[in-house]
């Protein structure tokens, strides 16, 4: 069982960095991979980015590559979702989630794979 905790977003104008974090309790956190996925009012949740158990793998929506990096660091339970270059569409509530993985393999970008979920963190940008 894997229980995650969001924080980090908030309010910030066009071009502006958040951070979000993503806090993780549970023992068995290292062997799950780790995404971050989005939903803006009246939308679908969207793939944001993923990475894979060790955090050698990574990859990214289109509409964010080149702006958005994630991490994650084991010893800490965390995984980071740096967001640079923020714009309106970026508006949203961000959810993390973790999908275990019984090897260390490519994560997956279907939402419909994770079992656990975050509680979600608004982030909106202001134009």
């Known amino acids: 069982q894997v229980q995650l905790v969001e924080s980090g977003g908030g309010l910030v104008q066009t071009g502006g960095s958040l951070r979000l974090s993503c806090a993780a309790s549970g023992r068995t956190f290292s062997r799950n991979a780790v995404g971050w996925f989005r939903q803006a009012p009246g939308k679908e949740r969207e793939f944001v980015a993923v990475v894979s158990r060790s955090g050698t793998s990574t990859r990214y929506a289109d509409s964010v590559k080149g702006r958005f990096t994630i991490s994650r660091d084991n010893a800490k339970n965390t995984v980071y979702l740096q967001m640079n270059g923020l714009k309106p569409e970026d508006t949203a509530v961000y959810y993390c989630?973790?999908?275990?993985?019984?090897?260390?393999?490519?994560?997956?970008?279907?939402?419909?794979?994770?079992?656990?979920w975050g509680q979600g963190t608004q982030v909106t940008v202001s134009s």
């Open positions: 989630a973790a999908e275990f993985m019984y090897a260390d393999w490519a994560p997956n970008l279907d939402d419909r794979r994770y079992d656990y």
